[in-house]
Nanobody, 115 residues
Framework: QVQVVESGGGLAQTGGSLRLSCVTSISSLSLGTIAWYRQAPGKQRELVASVSQTGGRTTYADSVKGRFTISRDNAKNTVYLQMNSLQPEDTAVYYC????????WGQGTQVTVSS
């Protein structure tokens, strides 16, 4: 079964940075467009950013534009999310998954931003 494993979360102060990683158990290239999602307590999971198969096209939620950068290294089967200028409202569990026919969700990685 295809798996994704997220890591890199932690505690950051407002204005700080974190870099998340998502490693796939099979060729990430074969998974097509991959996205980062997040889910805050009491809220629905939302799409944060996506990156196309070869990394040439990215999309972002309005709330993170200009602060977050998604990228991928298919040679390492890894998708990254660089998060800068973190705000308390970015606090959530972050997940990655492919856009089409989502895989089994991973455990996610907790990001907590203190004010």
């Amino acid at each position: 079964q295809v798996q994704v494993v997220e890591s890199g979360g932690g505690l950051a102060q407002t204005g700080g940075s974190l870099r998340l990683s998502c490693v796939t158990s099979i060729s990430s290239l074969s998974l097509g467009t991959i996205a980062w999602y997040r889910q805050a307590p009491g809220k629905q999971r939302e799409l944060v950013a996506s990156v196309s198969q070869t990394g040439g096209r990215t999309t972002y939620a309005d709330s993170v534009k200009g602060r977050f950068t998604i990228s991928r290294d298919n040679a390492k089967n890894t998708v990254y999310l660089q998060m800068n200028s973190l705000q308390p409202e970015d606090t959530a569990v972050y997940y990655c998954n492919r856009i089409s026919t989502p895989l089994r969700w991973g455990q996610g990685t907790q990001v907590t931003v203190s004010s």
